[in-house]
C-alpha cells in the first residue's frame, strides 16, 4: 500500500467514533495520571493494559497509544505549576519552566510546553508512519542471525543508559533474562527452573511481570512512603497554542529537540526521560542565551518539552518492524498485541496494513486532541490535586491484580504478580532500576530462540552473528553500546593509571 | 546523638544492601547448580555445543558475577565508610506502613479463593484506606462498598470475567449480592 493513501485510509479508520472516542479517553487518562505527582504514564499504561482484553487489537493500541501521548506530556502539568515533576521525564520542564510560571504567570510556560510538545509528537507521528514501512521492508531480509542481533541489540542498549547504575541495572537485566527462561525451552521442550509447579511449565507472562513491577510495586512505594509535605498549585491554570510569531522565536530550540527526541525515541532502552534530559543538554551548550538557563529561559522549556514528544511515535518503529519492544511503554504495547495474537514484525505491514495505518493515524490525532485534554485538564488541576492518593491507591491494587488474574483466567497469575510487587517495591527500594527486568523478562526468550535456531540453521556457527553484515553491523552497534555504557568506568581506569 | 548519627534503621537498610546481592548470587549459584532441569539427561540430548540448559545456565553465571560484583562494591563501601545513597537514614520511607501494605496484599490474595471477590474486595479497600491514613468511617465504608460495587458492574456485568465467588456461605453470600444488584 502506497503509505500516503495508507495514511489517509487509517485517518478514515481513527476517526470512526468508536475509535476517536476510545482514543479521546486514552489521552485523557494519559494527561491525568501524567500530571498527577508519583504515578507515570507507564504505571499508567500496566494498569489500562486489562481493560485492553476486552477490545480489538487496533482498540487496544488506540486507547494505550493514547496514554502514552498524553501522559508524556501530562508529567509537565504539575512540572509547570508546583515544580513537582509528575513523571522523571519531565524534569528537565522544572528547570526553566517553573521559573516561567513565577515570573510571567503559568500561561506563559504552559503555553510553551503544549505547543513544543504538539510539534514534537506530531513531527514523531509522522516519521513513524511514513519511515517505519521502508523499514519494514528491509527487515523482511532478516534470517534468524539477524533477529539474534537486533535482540542482542535491544538488551544491551538498556545498559548504554545507565548512567551510573551498570551494576545494578546488570543484575536487574540478567535476573529478567533467567525468569524469561523458566518454562519449557523453545527446541527441546524440557522443563526448566520450573520447581514441579505445573504452570510454570508455559513460563511467567510478561504482562503478569509488568503489571506487578509497575503498578502494584509503585503503589507499594507510594504507601510506603512518608507523606509528602502537602502542596497546590499557587496560579489559575490556563494554557494556548502559542501564536506562529511566538513560536517562530523558539523554532531553533523546538527543531532540535525535535530532532534529538525523533532520534532518541528508535534507539532500544532510550525513552522520553533521556531524550528530554539529552535536549535540554545540548540546548544549554548550543543557545545564545545558554548562561541564563535555569532562571526561566523559553527555549530551556521548548526543547526537553519537543524533544519527549518526539520518542513517542519513533520509539514505536523497533516495535512495529522487528517486534522488539525498546522501552517499557512499546513492552505494554507488545503486550496487548500479543495476547490478540497479533505478532508484530515486518510482515505485519503486509498481513494488516489497515491496522497498522490506523495506528500511525491515530498517534498523529492523539497529538492533536492532547493540545485540548490538556487544557482542560490543567484548569481542573486544582481539584485533581486534592484528591485523596490513598483512594487512587487502593483502587489501583484492586484493578492491577484483576488484570493479572485475567491474563490467564487463574488464580496463580494474582500470586505471581502479587510477589513481582513486592520484588519491583524492594528493588526500587535499594537502588535496582525494574525497566532492565521487564525488558529482561521480554527479550530474554527471544533472543534465546533467535541464538538455538541460528545455531541450529548455521551448524552451531558462533561467527555467523559477526561475518554476515546486516548482523555484523547491529552486533558492532552493540559492541559500541556496550563501550559507551563503560566510558565513564573506563576513564576513570585511565585516570589511575596514569597517576 | 548528633543530628547526621546513622540510626538503627540507616544501619540495618546498609546491611540488607549488603545482604540483597549475595542472596541473589548465591541462589543464582544453587539453580545453575542443582533446579536446571532436574532428572532430566541434558547432556544425551545435546547437539554440538548447545543443549537445553546452556542459555539459563550463562545467564545464571552472568547473574552471579554481576550480583556477586555488586556484593564486593558494596562490602567495600561499608567496611572504608564510604557514604552510599542509602534512603533509609532519610526517612524518606515508613517501614511498618510498607511491611503492612506487603501484609494486607498477601492477606487479599489468600481471601480471594475463599471468601470471594466480592467480600475480600471491599475490606481490602477498607483495609487499604485505613492504612493509608483514611480516618473518617463513613468515608471508609462508602469508599469500599460503593468503589466495589462499581468493580462488581466493571468485571463481572461488562466484562464478564469468572471472578472467585468463594466457598460455602461466601459462595452463596456473593450470589445473593448479585442477584440483589441485577449482575446474575
Known amino acids: 500500500m502506497d503509505a500516503l493513501a495508507g495514511f489517509g485510509q487509517g485517518i478514515w479508520i481513527a476517526l470512526q467514533p468508536l475509535n476517536l472516542a476510545v482514543m479521546v479517553v486514552g489521552v485523557l487518562v494519559g494527561v491525568i495520571a501524567g500530571a498527577l505527582p508519583g504515578i507515570s504514564f507507564v504505571n499508567a499504561m500496566a494498569i489500562a493494559l486489562p481493560f485492553t482484553y476486552f477490545m480489538s487489537p487496533l482498540l487496544a493500541m488506540l486507547f494505550l497509544g493514547g496514554i502514552y501521548v498524553g501522559g508524556v506530556f501530562g508529567g509537565s502539568i504539575s512540572s509547570l505549576l508546583v515544580n513537582i515533576p509528575g513523571d522523571p521525564d519531565s524534569l528537565p520542564s522544572c528547570w526553566d519552566g517553573y521559573p516561567i510560571t513565577q515570573r510571567e504567570g503559568p500561561e506563559r510556560s504552559l503555553s510553551i510546553a503544549i505547543t513544543a510538545s504538539a510539534v514534537g509528537g506530531l513531527f514523531s507521528a509522522l516519521l513513524l508512519s511514513f ?38 541495572s546488570l543484575v536487574s537485566l540478567f535476573t529478567g533474562i533467567v525468569l524469561g527462561s ?34 502494584i510495586g509503585e503503589v507499594l512505594d507510594a504507601l510506603a ?13 490556563r494554557m494556548r497554542v502559542l501564536r506562529p510569531r511566538e513560536l517562530w522565536a523558539l523554532r531553533g530550540s523546538v527543531a532540535r529537540g525535535t530532532g534529538i527526541g525523533s532520534v532518541i525515541g528508535i534507539i532500544p532502552g532510550a525513552g522520553a526521560a533521556v531524550g528530554a534530559l539529552v535536549a535540554y543538554g545540548i540546548e544549554r551548550q548550543v543557545n545564545p ?58 510482515l505485519l505491514y503486509t498481513k494488516s496494513p489497515d491496522m497498522l495505518y490506523a495506528i500511525f493515524a491515530s498517534f498523529t490525532l492523539a497529538n492533536l486532541f492532547m493540545i485540548v485534554i490538556s487544557v482542560l485538564v490543567a484548569r481542573g488541576f486544582a481539584t485533581l490535586m486534592r484528591a485523596d492518593p490513598t483512594i487512587i491507591c487502593a483502587f489501583i491494587l484492586v484493578f492491577s491484580l484483576v488484570g493479572a488474574f485475567g491474563v490467564r483466567n487463574n488464580i496463580a497469575d494474582v500470586y505471581i504478580c502479587i510477589a513481582f510487587g513486592i520484588l519491583g517495591f524492594y528493588m526500587k527500594r535499594f537502588g535496582f532500576p525494574t525497566a532492565p527486568l521487564v525488558l529482561g523478562v521480554i527479550l530474554g526468550p527471544l533472543a534465546e530462540g533467535y541464538f538455538l535456531t541460528s545455531m541450529a540453521n548455521y551448524a552451531n556457527d558462533l561467527t555467523i552473528f559477526f561475518t554476515r553484515p546486516k548482523s555484523g553491523v547491529l552486533m558492532a552497534l552493540a559492541f559500541g553500546f556496550i563501550l559507551w555504557a563503560l566510558r565513564p568506568e573506563l576513564g576513570r581506569l585511565v585516570q589511575r593509571l596514569r597517576r | ?179 440483589l444488584l441485577g449482575i446474575y
Open chain 1, 131 to 168: 519511515a517505519s514501512p521502508p523499514f519494514a521492508k528491509f527487515a523482511l531480509s532478516f534470517d534468524q542471525p539477524e533477529f539474534f542481533a537486533a535482540t542482542f541489540l535491544g538488551l544491551v542498549s538498556v545498559l548504554a543508559i545507565a548512567k551510573g547504575n551498570l551494576l545494578m
Open chain 1, 182 to 215: 523458566i518454562g519449557t525451552d523453545p527446541l527441546y521442550g524440557v522443563s526448566r527452573l520450573t520447581f514441579g509447579v505445573p504452570i510454570l511449565d508455559n513460563g511467567i507472562d510478561f504482562v503478569v511481570v509488568m503489571i506487578g513491577i509497575f503498578a
Open chain 1, 225 to 237: 512512603a512518608r507523606q509528602a509535605a502537602g502542596f497546590a498549585p499557587k496560579h489559575k491554570a
Open chain 1, 289 to 346: 542565551r545558554r548562561r541564563e538557563f535555569g532562571t526561566g529561559v523559553a527555549d530551556g522549556l521548548a526543547a526537553p518539552e519537543a524533544s519527549k514528544n518526539a520518542t513517542t511515535g519513533t520509539a514505536l518503529i523497533p516495535l512495529l518492524t522487528l517486534g522488539i519492544p525498546g522501552s517499557a511503554a512499546a513492552a505494554i504495547m507488545l503486550a496487548a498485541l500479543t495476547l490478540h495474537g497479533v505478532q508484530p514484525g515486518p
Open chain 2, 1 to 179: 546523638m548528633p543530628a547526621h548519627a546513622p540510626g538503627r534503621q540507616f544501619r540495618v537498610t546498609r546491611l540488607l544492601r549488603l545482604a540483597g546481592p549475595l542472596a541473589v548470587a548465591v541462589a543464582a549459584g544453587v539453580f545453575s547448580a542443582f533446579y536446571l532441569a532436574p532428572g532430566v539427561d541434558t547432556a544425551s540430548m545435546t547437539r554440538g555445543p548447545l543443549g537445553p540448559v546452556v542459555w539459563p545456565k550463562a545467564m545464571l553465571a552472568c547473574l552471579l558475577a554481576s550480583a556477586a560484583v555488586v556484593f564486593l562494591v558494596r562490602l567495600w563501601q561499608f567496611a572504608k565508610g564510604v557514604p552510599d545513597d542509602v534512603d533509609g537514614g532519610k526517612g524518606e520511607y515508613h517501614e511498618g506502613r510498607g511491611a503492612a501494605a506487603i501484609a494486607v496484599l498477601l492477606a487479599y490474595a489468600w481471601a480471594l479463593p475463599i471468601a470471594g471477590f466480592a467480600f475480600s474486595t471491599a475490606v481490602f479497600i477498607a483495609a487499604v484506606l485505613l492504612l493509608g491514613g483514611v480516618r473518617r468511617p463513613r468515608t471508609v465504608v462508602l469508599t469500599a462498598g460503593i468503589g466495589t460495587v462499581a468493580l462488581l458492574y466493571v468485571f463481572v456485568k461488562v466484562s464478564l470475567m469468572p471472578l472467585d465467588r468463594g466457598k460455602g456461605a461466601f459462595e452463596t453470600a456473593t450470589i445473593t449480592l448479585y442477584r
